[in-house]
Every structure is written in structure tokens, then in C-alpha cells.
């Protein structure tokens, strides 16, 4: 049985000289074509980046306009390595239409979620929260929102609130949850409402603009979950794995256990993975990194790639940082069931432990996967601004 092996690159060391201040709780996504995303997430707690700062982050060029999107083409980036050239990283304003009402951009935000287009390099956001009191947005705002990035990537990008045939049955405005998009369905999950932590399941329809109340996923109710789509025993799957009911997920007594979400059955079943033989089970973790990966002749049978995340909780909760994570683990689909694997990291260059970042995958070529990972939190409470890529190379089983 061969040993996955994965490689971090540093792309960026500091996203400040293009004005980005480093952030956490925040949202990354990578369009079919390479274009990276960056948007909202906080500096300093509770304080959306791309509401007021102070006049000393401003001085630093800190200040990001409300509903600001950066970009970045990995695509080009990887390419001009070779020449010595280098990608460039770009802040689009929203170009407003209409009245200019408040609708016509998101809110400043925390703890949403951002998921790409199949097909276009279009976005699509929901929830989160902002203010001192981290109240959840209102419905409105917490809507599918869908940011179209311009042809030339130098224009800037329109925002548009998607409309629902059903908005009575949209899911309970909420931040910290975890969404995917799977076959022109945004798939919303758990998350910290008001009050509490939820399980329950909605998908929204890009086609029709309907929700669908989905069957709930086993309890404890959690934040900073993650979802992954993927292919398990030959069937679409949403994978999830770890977050935080109060305490870090999953418990002792049911380490290495991998939620499982049939799309076609509308069911869920937990299953077990077998050990790593030689590490055991990846700890207990939440904000993390977890990712799918597509069926491929270089992925093999490896379905998800699990990485960094929250160990220990801050008692200071929101306003301190924990202890994290460095590592890096690879889920595989074996005959006989679930198998977890601990990666071995090649090379010097790797992103410090953190938590509290956004997942994003990239499809950089036919077949072929890597991890993207941007800002996040470490433990000496600071909030990063670097950028990188994971090479994955993952062997067959």
C-alpha cells in the first residue's frame, strides 16, 4: 500500500501589497478556469474586513471596499514560474446597478461560505454574520448572492441576489456552516443560527430558484463543519467530517467516523474508516481544510484530502486563538470500506499550523488535484495573508 505524498508552494508570501489585509473566517473558492476568489472574512474579531477599519490599517493600504472581490489566476501563476514572471493579484469593486439601494452588493460579512460555478467564473455566497453582537444577517442578506467576475478580469464584478420561488422555506440565516455545489445545487449545512448549533440539510436550485428541506445529519449539532463532494462506491456523495458542538469533533470513542450524504437517496449513514497503520486516526478537529477529489487515474481511489484545523479550542472563544493542526491526511475508497491515510509532507516550505480558513480544491488539468489554502489563524492569534498550492501525489490502493 503506497503512502500519499503531498508538497506545499508558496505562491504569495503577504497579499498587503495589493491593499488585502490578512484575514480569517473568511472565503476562498477556485472557478473551473483557475480564477481564484477571495472574499470577506475578519482582521481583527468580529470586524468584517470590508467594513470601517482603523486609520492605521488604512495607512497600510488595508482598507477593502464593501463587497470587493480579489482574484487571483493560479493558472497563469503556475505557468509563469517558469519565466520568472508572476500572476497578479487584483481587487474588483462591484459595479452597482440599479438605485444604488443596499441590495445591490452583499453586507459586510464573517463566517459565510462561497462556492464556485461549475461552469463560468461566477460565485455564489450565503449567510454569515457581522457586528459586535455576531448576529446572523437577515433573510435578505443572507440569500444566494452571485458575484460574476468580468470577462477581463480588470472591470470589476456585478452582485446579484438570486430570488426564490419559496423563500419561506430558505434554511435559518446562520454563519460558520458549510456549503457545496454539486450539479446546479448549492448545498447549505449546519452552522451557528442565534442561538445553538444545527444539523439540518437544504439545497437551493440555481435552475428554479426552489428550496428543498433535505433529511438533517446525525446530531451533535455543529459549527465549522466541512462538506466535500465525491464518489463513494460509485455514487455521488456530500462527505463531512469534524467541527465544534462545544467541543471538538468527532469524540474518542468515534475517531476516523465520516459522515455520509447519498444525494440521490436523501439519506445519510456514518461509517468508520480504517486506521493508517502506522499514525492511526486524524485528530479532532474543526474550521479545517476537506476537500473531494474526482475519480481520476492520477487521484486513484482517493476520495478526500483532510488538512490543519482547530485541535484545542481558545478560552477566550472568538476573540483568542487555540492550538492547530499541520497536518495533512488523504480518505480513501477501499474495497472493504473507508480508508485514512497520514500524507507524508515533502520539503521545507510549509504554511504554519492554522485554523479557521476556507477549503478550496483546484482542478488544474484533466485529472489532476490540488489544495489551495489562503489567511486562516495560528496560534500566536494573528491572521495570515499568505497563499498556497498543494501538489498531491496519492498512489493507488
Known sequence: ???????????????????????????????????????????????????????????????????????????????SSETGSSSVLKSLKPVLKGSGTSFD???????????????????YLWG???????APLDPTQAGIWRATISGDKSV???????????????????????SVLHEGKVYIHAGCPASGRLTTMHSFDLTTGTWRALTSAPEPGRGGTVLAVSIFKGKDVILRFGGFAGYELPTSDNM????????????????????????????SRSVHGFVGLPRTRENGNAIAVLYHGERDASSLGHAGAGVFWDDVWVLYDENEGLQWRKA???????????????????????????VVMHGGLVSSNARMDDLWVMDLKLGNH
Open 128 to 134: 454569515g454574520r457581522g457586528g459586535v453582537d455576531m
Open 156 to 178: 470589476g464584478l456585478c452582485w446579484d441576489r438570486i430570488p426564490s420561488v419559496n423563500e419561506q422555506d430558505a434554511p435559518e440565516p446562520r454563519s460558520y456552516h458549510a
Open 256 to 283: 476516523g467516523v465520516v459522515d455520509i450524504y447519498s444525494i440521490h437517496n436523501d439519506k445519510w449513514t456514518t461509517e468508520r474508516a480504517e486506521a493508517d497503520p502506522e499514525y492511526g486516526f486524524p485528530g
Open 1 to 79: 500500500m503506497s503512502t500519499p505524498i503531498v508538497r506545499w508552494s508558496l505562491l504569495l508570501k503577504s497579499t498587503r501589497s495589493a491593499g488585502i489585509v490578512p484575514r480569517s473566517s473568511h472565503n476562498i473558492a477556485v472557478s473551473k478556469n483557475g480564477l481564484l476568489a477571495i472574499y470577506g472574512g475578519e482582521l481583527k474579531p468580529r470586524t468584517p474586513v470590508d467594513s470601517a477599519v482603523s486609520s492605521s490599517d488604512a495607512a497600510e493600504g488595508a482598507q477593502t471596499a464593501r463587497g470587493s472581490i480579489h482574484v487571483y489566476e493560479l493558472t497563469c501563476s503556475i505557468a
Open 344 to 370: 507524508i509532507v515533502e520539503g521545507d516550505e510549509r504554511p504554519e499550523a492554522r485554523g479557521w480558513f476556507p477549503s478550496a480544491v483546484w482542478n488544474s488539468q484533466p485529472g489532476k488535484s490540488k
Open 105 to 123: 452588493d452583499p453586507e459586510p460579512r464573517v463566517g459565510a461560505t462561497l462556492v464556485p460555478d461549475s461552469n463560468s467564473d461566477c460565485f
